[in-house]
């Protein structure tokens, strides 16, 4: 099931990338504003299919180092987004409209930001070469039902389907997308040229690059050779041949430590990583050195993640103890606290906590969380309140805040909230219920109207485009 799994990850980026895109107004060309449309649906389509993650330390590391290569780069003309994937596979992967994928499995195999670096200068190089709109138009000669057959394949696959759904699909990519993936060795050579002149613009070193595509060659995913249709980034080993000519007289300069990606990569490891594997690693690493913090932080939020925050709370007290500078492991601490039960601890260790951490919005909804365990409900509404303000987007806000109002009997308001906690993860049967609950007690007209408006806003459209979506 798991080598299933990852062919699945493995063609639909394959896929993303040539022709998963492709519709009739756009197989001729591509500009920059359908690009830029299209990108909306792309993005759906993968926050749809994957668990894409939403660690806020992680992200903004990744999209720190992303933009630290576009900084020396031409004016571009996209707004460049990047992401984790939660996939146990060693890929990444460059949508349209400057979004671009790391998957969990790759970003814990790496050891240096210089490693991480090069995955980005590479799928930067994919985007603004338009490598993506290339394909498109290439794409026009190969049959355009072949290509729905695939993308069909891979989102059935992606659904749970059998091996019958996988064998159609694997035999569909050779049949039909040979041709279309052998210009993807080329874009390759350009993308690696191009990233490295960004990537050492940027101040790191090449041999990142090398050491990732190295990683990547390693993993015998199937006990033998991946068919190279079904291959993300073909030709991985004549590129390593480049590179090692390239550096060949160059001496690999030593790895330097990097706390924002030890931070990151660790958070990477503990929470997204294989919890067993996690496990065994941080324990490891903090038997041989109980001085080393990061260690301790890690154990501490697996130990966590596994069940046993008790333990936790030992190990992340340890780690704060050796590394006060971080206001981010008081509200991992802190957390660890409230899933012990020990909520009044909880509440006083969040409440010292700095706004200037990455996750001091994850931390304030846990000083939410544990006011409603303490009984502090109107505290907890005034909590929640103001976190939606911050941030209208953070979608369990309004969960918590629904169950803070109907504890506190403002059953208006109650089921107000969790509707919109359902609409917004697009449960819509459970949000047009609790929605129309809250009109059964709301008294304000103008709050009233605009539930009305919106329980409008969740029909279905009467009309039908060409992806079958409403």
């Known amino acids: 099931m798991c080598k299933f799994k990852k062919i699945i990850a493995a063609m639909t980026a394959a896929v993303i990338f040539t022709c998963g895109l492709i519709t009739p107004e756009t197989a001729s060309s591509l500009t920059i504003k359908d690009e830029e449309e299209l990108s909306v649906e792309f993005l759906e389509a993968v926050f749809g299919a994957y668990d894409v993650i939403k660690d806020p330390v992680i992200n903004d590391y990744i999209n720190k180092i992303g933009q630290k290569i576009i900084s020396v780069m031409p004016p571009q003309p996209f707004a460049y987004k990047f992401y984790a994937v939660r996939q146990d596979a060693y890929n990444a992967f460059a949508g349209p409209g400057g979004n671009i994928f790391i998957f969990s499995g790759l970003f814990c195999a790496l050891e240096s930001e210089d490693e991480l670096a090069a995955l980005l200068s590479h799928e930067i190089a994919h985007v603004s070469c338009r490598h993506i ?16 057959g695939v993308v069909a394949g891979i989102l059935i696959g992606l659904g749970g389907a059998g091996t019958v759904g996988s064998a159609l699909t694997i035999g569909s990519m050779a049949a039909g997308q040979s041709m279309v993936l052998a210009y993807s060795r080329e874009h390759e050579m350009q993308a690696d040229q191009i990233g490295r002149t960004y990537l050492q613009k940027a101040g790191y070193s090449l041999n990142g690059l090398l050491s990732v595509l190295k990683k990547i060659r390693s993993v015998d995913w199937f006990g033998g050779e991946i068919p190279t249709y079904l291959k993300t980034h073909p030709a991985t080993e004549e590129r390593i041949i480049n590179l090692d000519n390239l550096l060949e007289t160059r001496k690999a300069p030593p790895t330097q430590k990097n706390y924002a990606f030890e931070r990151a990569h660790t958070r990477m490891v503990a929470f997204y990583g294989d919890p067993e594997t996690a496990l065994r690693l941080f324990k490891k690493r903090v038997e041989e050195n109980p001085d080393n913090f990061m260690a301790q932080y890690g154990y501490g939020l697996t130990l966590n993640r596994k069940g046993n925050p008790k333990a936790a709370v030992n190990h992340l007290k340890i780690a704060l103890e050796k590394n006060p500078a971080d206001p981010g492991f008081k509200i991992d601490l802190g957390i660890a606290y409230f899933m012990a039960g020990e909520y009044t601890e909880a509440l006083k260790t969040l409440k010292k906590t700095s706004t200037s951490s990455s996750n001091f919005k994850i ?16 505290q907890a509404t005034d909590t929640f309140n103001t976190l939606i303000k911050e941030d209208p987007d953070n979608v369990n806000v309004y969960f918590y805040l629904g169950e803070a109002e109907g504890k506190l009997n403002r059953l208006a308001s109650a089921h107000y909230n969790l509707g919109q906690y359902y609409a917004k993860n697009k449960n819509l049967p459970t949000a047009k219920f609790h929605l129309n609950k809250s009109l059964e007690y709301e008294k304000d007209p103008e709050q009233i109207e605009k539930i009305k408006q919106q329980l409008k806003d969740l029909e279905p459209p009467t009309h039908f485009f060409g992806n079958g979506k409403e």
């Open 363 to 378: 931390g304030h909804i846990y000083i939410g969380r544990s006011q409603m365990a303490l009984g502090r409900y109107k």
């Open 133 to 148: 709109s290339e394909m498109m138009k290439k794409s026009k000669k190969t049959n355009m039902a072949t290509m729905a």
